[in-house]
Each structure stands twice: as structure tokens, then as C-alpha cells.
């Protein structure tokens, strides 16, 4: 892939990279994996939420009063798509607590690489606030397409998608069927490989954030 596609962030920050590659060494236990995860989760938040709109308030200050900013609208709505999302969505509550959370159950069907749905639940008024949708790997871009048509079925409008890998043929994929949701991602790998595994890549992200197989 030459250069960064339209749409898309490769969060290059150097401490990024950083924990990113150790996230990806085999070696790394599932307790430096997940404590990594959730550090990097901040950092690409910080990224997705640049734009976010501000208003003017008056305060005062122990010192005089002033005009100064805050975040303008409703509260932020952070979707996970479970499992591996809650690794991310921790880190993302670190940096902003008042945010509410959807739930979107969602898990890839080994043959058909397709997304199965086990679970949905999210804050009713999707239509007013901004959705941060959140899964670490875009692989096929199967399951994170299919989780935010359900958002948007259910109302939701300026929406954005975060992960921390993400592979060129999820990428157009994603692309092709929600133009308007930008993609978050601290690095864009090589390829899928036969079983749709991202390579280099870091494995199963939900194993290793939990210690399964
Ligand atoms: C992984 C990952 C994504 C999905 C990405 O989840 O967390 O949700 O695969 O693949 P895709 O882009 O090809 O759809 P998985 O289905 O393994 O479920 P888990 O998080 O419960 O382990
Ligand atoms: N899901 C993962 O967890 N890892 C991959 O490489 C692809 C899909």
C-alpha cells in the first residue's frame, strides 16, 4: 500500500510504536499485553478526538474569572465489539470516565470469516453524540462493518473507527462500505494471510488479552 489511505490515521507517536512492538513479540505475557493494550488505547483516543467540538464557559479560577473550554454536546459514546474491544475500551475510560459504553457481541466465524452477533446493547439517543467504535485488529473488516451498520441502524451519525492493527484488505473493505467513518490505527500491516490473520500482525488479540486459545 503506497502511503496512507484516504480516511485513515497511522498514529506514528513514537511511544506508540514502542508498546506496539512489544505487544506484538510472542514472549509478552497476557498481563504486559493487556497493561500495553490499554496504555496504547489512550493515545490513539487522543488522536480520534482531536476535532471534537468545543463551547466557552465561564469561570473562576481561585485567582479571577475567565472565559475557557469545554467539550461542547452530549457525552462521547465508546462501542466495543467484544471481546478483544475491552481491552482498548479500558484505556479509553482512563482518559475520558464519563463516557458512555455500547456493548456490540460480535465473533468471526473461522470458515466463512464472517461476523456472528451474540449480543447488543447500546445508549438510545446515538443520533446526538459522537460514537468511538473500538476493536484492536481490522482484518477481513467483516466484524467492524457489520458493528457499525448496527450503529448506524440504531441512529448513530458522526461516528469513528479506533484499532491498533489494521490490514491493507480490511482497510479498502472498510473504505468501500462506510466512506465516512474515519479509521484510527497505529500501524498498517503487510497482509491476510490464508486464515485471515493479519502478518506480521500479533496473534489472536482476544487470546492474548485473556490468556486463551
Ligand atoms: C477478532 C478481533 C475482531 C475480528 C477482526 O475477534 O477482535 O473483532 O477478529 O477480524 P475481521 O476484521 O476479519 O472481522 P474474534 O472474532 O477473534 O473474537 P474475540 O474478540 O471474541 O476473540
Ligand atoms: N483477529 C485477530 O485477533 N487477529 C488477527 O490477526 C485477525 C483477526
Redesign the pocket.
Known amino acids: 500500500m503506497l502511503g496512507t489511505p484516504e480516511g485513515v490515521k497511522v498514529v506514528d507517536h513514537p511511544l506508540v510504536q514502542h508498546k506496539l512492538t512489544v505487544m506484538r513479540d510472542v514472549e509478552t505475557s497476557t498481563r504486559g499485553f493487556r497493561q500495553l493494550l490499554r496504555e496504547i488505547a489512550g493515545l490513539l483516543t487522543y488522536e480520534a478526538t482531536r476535532d471534537l467540538e468545543l463551547t466557552d464557559v465561564h469561570i473562576r479560577t481561585p485567582v479571577a474569572e475567565m472565559n475557557a473550554k469545554k467539550l461542547a454536546g452530549k457525552k462521547l459514546v465508546f462501542a466495543s465489539i467484544l471481546r ?1 474491544g475491552n481491552g482498548l475500551l479500558e484505556g479509553m475510560l482512563d482518559l475520558v470516565p464519563s463516557a458512555r459504553v455500547a456493548h456490540i457481541g460480535l465473533y ?1 466465524d473461522p470458515e466463512t470469516l464472517q461476523p456472528v452477533e451474540y449480543y447488543f446493547k447500546a445508549p438510545d439517543d446515538l443520533s446526538e453524540r459522537v460514537v468511538i467504535v473500538v476493536d ?2 481490522l ?1 477481513t473488516a467483516n466484524s467492524a462493518v457489520a458493528a457499525i451498520t448496527k450503529m448506524k441502524e440504531r441512529g448513530a451519525k458522526d461516528i469513528r473507527f479506533v484499532c491498533l ?1 489494521a490490514a491493507p484488505e480490511g482497510i479498502k473493505h472498510f473504505r468501500e462500505m462506510h466512506p465516512d467513518v474515519q479509521v484510527v490505527t497505529a500501524a498498517i500491516d503487510d497482509h491476510l494471510n490464508d486464515h ?3 502478518v506480521p ?7 492474548r488479552m485473556y490468556g486463551t486459545k
Open positions: 478483544a468471526r484492536p485488529m482484518a492493527l485471515g490473520y493479519i500482525g500479533l496473534g489472536d488479540a482476544g487470546d
